[in-house]
């Protein structure tokens, strides 16, 4: 959008001034400065009808630095033109970041000098003394100096807004007693898999599993306790699923696992392995050295179902598990 505005900003600037330089019968100006506003719009339009940036930031930053550099060559109107390169330093580091920014910014000064002080000065048009050529030089400079310290505050206080975000981001995805995903995250992939195979006509399926008797383990051995045994159940579900499936911490002692391109009979398999991998693990957290079980209702999620109903249906199962005795799979048995 900056850029844009800059497109037309310099259309209409340079138009104006062409148009004033054709009354003044300065043609040579009138026709550069028409030039220029031409190539402005279009990177205008450029901009407008493509979705990429790169050329017409570049056909901005190199007919401005030329367009310059013509108005130091020629003076422009009574030896003003060089007023005009100020404009430079900030637009050529907005455009072009810090490093491509300040290489242009230099190869600019470079020419600038050959055109001020080759041949004595003899090589321009204009006419300007050699006090106005060392202050115009030391201020570009200063302005370029100050321009740079901008875009390294900005540039900085940039990235260390994104790193904020993009860490607010992962913990707005993430529970953080396990370090799996949170239930906002888990339906977020859920729907997204669930479009993905809609299109493909494949299934895929939930294991919903809840934790046996948690609530003794806390009673009995505490809080933290729990805390710890809820983290090594993370562990052992993230350690035997494969890379493309999901665990989410679904609630206080239950889990939601997504198993993508899997149908109900493959689920079940995953479903008992975990179920044995939790029975048979010895958790030995301070004075708790007891086995652990879990319950689990299986789901399958296929084009004609809903997520809803599919996530009902796990939960259905699950509380199946519990009434049969605990440390179960239950399923649709059809
Ligand atoms: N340590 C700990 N406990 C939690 C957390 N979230 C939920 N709980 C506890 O989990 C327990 C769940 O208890 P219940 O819903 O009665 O279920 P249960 O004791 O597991 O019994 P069943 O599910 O019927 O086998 C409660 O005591 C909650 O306080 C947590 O983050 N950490």
């Known amino acids: 959008m900056i850029i844009n505005l ?5 259309t209409c600037l340079t138009l104006a001034m062409g148009f004033r330089a054709l009354l003044e019968s300065n043609f040579v100006l009138a026709m550069v400065l028409t030039s220029a506003a031409l190539i402005f719009f ?5 901009i407008r009808f493509s979705s990429s940036y790169h050329l017409p930031s570049r056909l901005v930053l190199y007919s401005l630095s030329l367009l310059m550099l013509y108005l ?6 009574d030896n003003t033109g060089p007023l005009w390169t100020y404009i430079l330093p900030p637009v050529a580091l907005f455009l072009g970041g810090l490093s491509l920014g300040l290489f242009n910014i230099v190869l600019f000064s470079v020419l600038c000098l050959f055109l001020l002080y080759f041949n004595g000065g003899h090589f321009i048009l204009a ?3 050699d006090s106005y050529k060392l202050r115009f030089i030391l201020s570009f400079f200063t302005v370029t100096f100050l321009s740079c310290c901008y875009e390294y505050s900005r540039k900085a206080s940039y990235e260390h807004i994104q790193s904020l975000s993009d860490k607010f981001e992962q913990l707005a995805k993430t529970d953080p007693l ?13 729907n997204k898999e669930y479009a993905r195979l809609s299109r493909n006509n494949s299934t895929l399926s939930l294991l919903l599993l809840d934790v046996d008797r948690f609530k003794t383990i806390n009673d009995g051995f505490g809080h933290d306790v729990g805390d710890i045994v809820l983290q090594e159940l993370a562990n052992i579900f993230t ?6 499936d999901i665990v989410a911490r679904w609630g206080g002692e239950e889990f939601l ?10 689920a079940i398999e995953v479903a008992e392995k975990l179920l044995n991998k939790v029975a048979t693990h010895h958790f030995e957290i301070k004075h708790f050295r007891k086995q652990v079980t879990v319950s689990i209702g299986v789901a399958e999620l296929h084009p004609l179902t809903t997520v809803t109903n599919a996530v009902a249906k796990a939960d259905k199962y699950l509380y199946q598990a519990k009434q049969n005795g605990r440390n179960q799979v239950c399923y649709d048995a059809q």
């Open 127 to 129: 006419d300007y003394t």
């Open 257 to 266: 696992i997504m198993l993508p391109d899997t149908n109900t009979q493959q």
């Open 72 to 77: 130091i060559y020629s003076g422009g109107v």
């Open 42 to 46: 279009a990177a205008h339009l450029a």
């Open 178 to 190: 396990t370090g799996l995903a949170n239930r906002r995250e888990m339906m977020e992939q859920i």
């Open 239 to 244: 350690q035997n699923i494969r890379v493309h």
């Open 6 to 10: 800059f497109a037309l900003v310099g």
